[in-house]
């Protein structure tokens, strides 16, 4: 309860941080900025009660931020270690001997589906190495995220295509969520009637619907860490 209070404590003072100077890190001389005139406290007590709903409703986005951050810390760890290079022959290795095992194993369709996926998690798997080794909170936020969720979302998607039994399971699931972000998210300004009109949900298009939302997911979690960096207290 004392690290929630602590989270919590920091979550108000990056909104207060918005308007007012010296919330979240106060100076080591000046302090934390304190409004003095009437109006200042009207307006600084205003936007403080205005901010309880955000830091409420925000929380466990920051959990979210926080685990995210934790996992990606370490995979950019072992990623350090490896080079672009080095990842990219890593996934080759471990897709190569699933590849080989498939080819005497499976079918020749599931064979071509492991091939196919193998080469959308390398691609993928490459680029977020790649950008993020670039550095940098957009370029991280903006396409190391995006790449990093393609790497995960694709395969089993690009595989579905080439193996029924997991096509029983993929594609049903998609039409479910593609009918659910159609009638909640996407029906501002009429935007699902007009999916619905020029795309279907068909083959290559479940893969374009993936694909299509690794890279606002991604974004979202390069902002939710984001966010968690902003609020971690520094090292003095």
């Keep these: 309860m004392g690290a929630?209070?602590?989270?919590m404590t920091r979550l108000h003072e990056t909104w207060m941080e918005v308007v007012f100077p010296r919330q979240l890190?106060?100076?080591?001389?000046?302090?934390?900025?304190?409004?003095?005139s009437g109006v200042q406290k009207v307006g600084y007590y205003l936007w403080g009660v205005?901010?309880?709903?955000?830091?409420?409703?925000?929380y466990p986005f920051l959990l979210v931020g926080f685990g995210t951050r934790y996992y990606a810390a370490k995979l950019d760890s072992a990623a350090a270690r490896l080079g672009i290079i080095?990842?990219?022959?890593?996934s080759v290795v471990v897709w190569g001997a699933l590849s080989v095992l498939a080819r005497f194993q499976l079918s020749t369709e599931g064979f071509?589906?492991?091939?196919a996926a193998s080469a959308v998690a390398t691609v993928a798997a490459a680029a977020a190495v790649f950008f993020g080794r670039v550095g940098g909170r957009a370029t991280?936020?903006?396409?190391?995220?995006?790449?990093a969720m393609t790497a995960l979302f694709l395969p089993p998607v690009v595989a579905a295509l080439?193996?029924?039994?997991?096509?029983?399971?993929?594609?049903?699931?998609?039409?479910?969520?593609?009918?659910?972000?159609l009638d909640t998210i996407l029906v501002v300004g009429g935007l699902n009637d007009v999916l619905r009109d020029q795309f279907a949900l068909e083959g290559i298009g479940y893969v374009l619907m993936w694909f299509g939302l690794s890279i606002p997911l991604g974004w979202g979690?390069?902002?939710?860490?984001?966010l968690a960096n902003l609020v971690r207290p520094k090292d003095d």
């Design 4 to 7: 929630v209070r602590i989270d």
């Design 25 to 36: 890190d106060p100076g080591h001389v000046l302090g934390k900025w304190k409004p003095e």
């Design 50 to 58: 205005l901010g309880l709903l955000p830091v409420l409703v925000g």
């Design 86 to 90: 080095g990842a990219i022959l890593l």
């Design 112 to 115: 071509m589906a492991v091939l």
């Design 140 to 147: 991280s936020v903006l396409l190391a995220y995006p790449s």
């Design 162 to 181: 080439y193996e029924p039994t997991l096509g029983d399971i993929v594609f049903p699931n998609s039409e479910e969520l593609a009918i659910w972000i």
């Design 221 to 226: 979690l390069g902002v939710l860490v984001a």
